[in-house]
């Protein structure tokens, strides 16, 4: 091999390298935007999703502000504050399903959840409405911080007392309906049986 040929290859791998170097750079330069980029579209998408979220709660606290609940309606009455409530708890939902933080999931949803289960915070009305009216004031207080990028704050201790209450109502209620269960079954089973008249 003479000496121009070793120039030439030598010269050719460096341009090899050259361009394989640029290349490279080039590459890891795109996907740093492009996740810089996916970063900031997720930014807006949250920040957007939360002022939604924030509010539809405050909509939902005038709502239930200027809901005064019947007296006399009880347990079984339907009143009309409560389909809006209900439409405000689907709009919440859908929010925060676009909010990218697992923190603010996990620490949203079971409140929520307990929110939409109004119905076992008392026999009436105004323990209903004093019922959404502290789960929300919770969410506004977590979605508040989120947004500041503070800290998430702990469930407020009515939270904590509101789900033990509920779920001590959920479980007198199946009881209840489990009992009475056994004493229809009893009933039944102590009637006589209808004689076969057919031939």
Do not use: C
């Not at 809901?67 to 389909?83: I, T, Y």
């Not at 859908?94 to 409140?111: F, G």
């Amino acid at each position: 091999m003479n000496e121009e040929v070793a120039t030439a290859l030598i010269g050719l791998g460096g341009a090899v390298l050259g361009a394989g170097a640029t290349s490279i750079t080039t590459w890891m330069s795109f996907r740093h935007q492009r996740r810089i980029a996916k970063e900031v579209r997720l930014h807006d998408v949250g920040r957007l999703a939360t002022d939604t979220a924030l509010a539809k709660l405050i909509e939902l606290q005038d709502l239930i502000a200027a809901s005064a609940a019947s007296s006399r309606a009880s347990r079984d009455d339907r009143e009309p504050w409560e389909r809006a409530a209900l439409m405000h708890f689907r709009d919440i939902s859908l929010s925060l399903l676009r909010i990218p933080s697992d923190a603010v999931h996990e620490r949203l949803n079971p409140t929520l959840a307990l929110a939409k289960q109004y119905r076992y915070a008392g026999s009436r009305h105004f323990h209903y409405l004093r019922h959404v009216q502290a789960m929300s004031e919770d969410m506004i207080n977590v979605l508040s911080s989120y947004i500041r990028d503070a800290k998430l704050p702990p469930p407020h201790e009515d939270v904590a007392a509101a789900r033990l209450s509920i779920e001590a109502a959920r479980e007198s209620e199946r009881l209840r309906y489990e009992q009475m269960r056994r004493e229809y079954e009893e009933l039944r089973a102590e009637e006589p049986e209808e004689p076969d008249d057919l031939p």
